[in-house]
Each structure stands twice: as C-alpha cells, then as structure tokens.
C-alpha cells in the first residue's frame, strides 16, 4: 500500500501544481469565459488521460516515447503563445484606457492566452494520469482477483495518493488567486518554466534514443541529467508552492484593508482567517508529498536481504535429501544447488500451517523471476512486487507463487531431483 501511496503522489504532484497553478491565476485574472475555457482544459485532460491509459494497457498501437514528445512539443508551443499573447494583450489593453476604448484586439488575445492554458493543463493529465491509472491493470497481472486483500490495499494506497495531490493541487488554486494577478502570473509562470525545462529535455532525449537528431556530448550531458534528476523538477515546483502560504501568511499579519463598520471588518477577518486555512493545507500537502518522496520511499524501497541457503540433509548425483527435521518449525527454509556453470538453483521449502504437508518451490516464479521470496510475520512474501503468498496454495501453479518442481516424500525426507531442478537454470542465470 505504501509503496503505491508514494508512486501515485510523485507520478501525479506536478500535474496537481500546474492545475492548480493555472486555474488560480484564471479565477483571479480571467473573466468567466476564460474561466470555462481553462476548466473544459481540465476535464479534457482528465478524459483523454482515461483514454490513453485504456490504449496503453489493451493495445500495441501506442508508443509512449513518441506520444511524449508530440505532448511536451504541443505544451511548449502553448506556453510560448500564452506569454506572447498575455504580454500584447496587456499592452493593447493599457493603450485602449488611454483612449478609454475597449480593446477587441486585447480581448481576443486574452481569450488565446487562455485557450493555450487550457491546452497545458489538458496535456499535463494527459502526460501524468495514465501512469496511475494503469497501476489496477499491473496489480491483476498478479493477483487474478479484485478481492484479494493485496488488491484491495494496493488500491488504497493509490486512493490515498490521489487524494493528497488533489488537495494539494486545490489548495494551490485557492491560494494563489488570494495572492493577486501579479502574484499569481509569477508564480505560476516560474512553475511552467520549471516544468518547461524539464520538457525541454526530455524530448532532447527522445530525439537522440530515437536517432532523429545527432548525438553530441552538450545534448547527451543535458538528456542524462534529466533522466537521473527528473525528482528535483518536482522539488522545483513544491519550492515554489511553498511561497504561496509565506506570502499569504505575511498579507494576514499585515491587513491595512480599510473598513467603515464593525460587519465589514468581520467579513474582512473572515477572508483572511480561510486564507490562512488554506495556506496551512498546502503546507500540510507539501510536506506529506516530500516526505513521500524521500522517507517514506527510502522506507518502501528498503531492500531485503533474502535468508541464506541451507546446508541439505545430502545430496548425491541425482537428488538433494531435505529432512522433516530442517523444515519442521512453520518458517521459511532456502535451499540450492549449484550446476557446473557456477549458477546456483534455489528452491524454498515450508510446512503448510495446520496441516502435514509442504509447500515446495523454486525461489522464483513466472512473473517476478528469480528475485526470491523472504519471511515476514509469518508469511511469505515476493521480494520484487511484495505480495503476500497463500502458504497453502505454495506448490501449486499460477499467479506469483513460486515455479512448481517435482519433488517426492520418502522415509522423512523430501527428495528433489537434481534433474527437474536443471530445467530451470536459464530462470537463475
């Protein structure tokens, strides 16, 4: 659950920033034209994110290397035409009040500049949303059931995730549209910029892993800084975030709004008392997402050391002897062969709880490979996607319970023939 909790918050916070973001300076500068304009971007993102991630998981037709690089083309192209349009549309605006004319001129770029916000909102979900909304598509591979308790953990955990990048993201919006146009714009843009740079680069990367431009060691350096420090892209829009409460907090302490009677100075308390409200939210928001993305991860992706191989009761040319007496105590025991390639076969084997019998495997399985299995309070887990096994179902086939091997049960021992083991040495190699 964790693990999805932390995956769902990092794929999905700078998606909930730029929403946030965008939709915060359209409430505080735009008419409620515009305003529709950026919102109907939203929903599209939200659909066309669904629709990509059902393509994605049920088609060969998409290449997600090359959809990323049409979105990030399409989003820098908007960002370039909404700063060029709100800059001529500020300018023809102000000359319009010195003639005290209307500016149908500056109307019309405004009303661009927002349909380019709308485009960059509607491609930021349509970049982050499928990742997540493939996570339930990935979890049935292995659990065949959507009421297996696995299943259902793992989905809160990205139930989780997307309720705090929601929050954050809403409280962004509601705070940055009490900062003011000027505010709002600065911040806003410098997020865009961030994420922009971040864009920037990936399609660099993708040109050159494609071979569609020329690889030089300037384009090579700036693709692997991005691939190995895309987290800090993030950083860069939390950071950012943060000035939004701190500038909030210092108007609160500040207020010089004048007022005429004891009901205006109430009403005017009251807007800045929710204004601190939302500013702690997102400061509450931010600090649980960078704790996702730092001690918790550290805490999910802890590596797990798997128990060393036992010694066998013997072993001669043709069998390894596992005797009731290693494997008698309900834990997990690990045994292996070695082959004459040097490739050590692992097997595990446990006794059934209530019962006589045994599970008996290889240390890997179809899905996950040779990655192993380990003890955790008394069950038994899959090292690489942690999900727990039915001890009693061990030495059947299907889902991630380990490989089956031919095995038999003969004056208290287990014999496993070397032979069968054999079989499945390219699964250790």
Not at 58 to 66: G, Q
Not at 73 to 98: C, H, P, Q
Not at 131 to 159: A, C, D, H, Q, W
Not at 230 to 254: C, E, Q, R, T
């Amino acid at each position: 659950m964790l693990k999805y909790f932390i995956d769902t918050t990092e794929a999905l916070i700078t998606a909930a920033l730029i929403t946030g973001f965008v939709f915060g300076y359209a409430n505080a500068a735009y008419p409620k034209r515009e305003r529709i304009i950026v919102l109907l971007g939203g929903a599209a993102g939200l659909v066309s994110g669904a629709v990509m991630a059902y393509m994605k998981n049920a088609t060969s037709k998409i290449d997600t290397s090359m959809w990323n690089l049409r979105t990030f083309t399409v989003s820098l192209i908007a960002l370039a035409v909404f700063f060029v349009l709100t800059l001529l549309a500020l300018i023809f605006g102000r000359a319009a009040k010195k003639t005290e004319k209307k500016s149908v001129a500056a109307d019309i770029m405004s009303f661009i500049a927002a349909l380019a916000l709308a485009v960059i909102v509607c491609l930021a979900l349509l970049y982050a949303l499928p990742t997540v909304l493939s996570y339930p598509y990935s979890v049935l591979l292995v659990e065949k059931s959507v009421l297996s308790t696995t299943f259902i953990l793992k989905m809160v955990g990205i139930l989780f995730g997307i309720i705090l990048v929601y929050l954050a993201g809403l409280a962004v919006n509601k705070g940055s549209q009490r900062l003011g146009v000027l505010t709002a714009f600065i911040l806003m843009s410098v997020v865009l910029l961030c994420n922009a740079v971040r864009q920037v680069t990936v399609c660099i990367r993708v040109l050159l892993t494609k071979r569609m431009i020329e690889k030089t060691d300037t384009l090579f350096e700036m693709a692997k800084f991005s691939s190995n420090n895309d987290h800090w892209f993030i950083y860069g829009g939390i950071i950012v975030a943060v000035f939004i409460p701190l500038i909030l907090y210092i108007k609160s302490v500040n207020v010089r709004e004048p007022y005429s009677n004891p009901a205006e100075h109430r009403k005017i308390r009251k807007k800045w008392k929710i204004s601190r409200r939302w500013a702690l939210l997102t400061v509450l928001c931010l600090t649980l997402t960078v704790l996702n993305m730092t001690a918790f991860k550290a805490m999910a992706n802890k590596v797990v050391e798997l128990s060393p191989v036992e010694d066998a009761a013997s072993v001669d040319d043709e069998n390894i002897y596992v005797s009731f007496e290693q494997v008698s105590d309900g834990h997990l025991h690990r045994f292996g062969y070695v082959t004459k390639d040097n490739v050590q076969i692992r097997f595990i084997v446990i006794k059934k709880p209530n019962s006589s019998s045994y599970g008996i495997g290889l240390d890997a399985c179809d899905i996950c490979g040779e990655t192993g299995y380990y003890e955790k309070d008394g069950q038994v887990v899959c090292k690489l996607c942690d999900v727990v096994m039915n001890i009693n179902t061990i030495g059947f086939k299907g889902g991630c319970n380990p490989i089956v091997i031919p095995y038999s049960v003969e004056n208290g021992n287990i014999i496993v023939p070397i032979e069968g083991l054999l079989e499945y040495e390219h699964e250790f190699k």
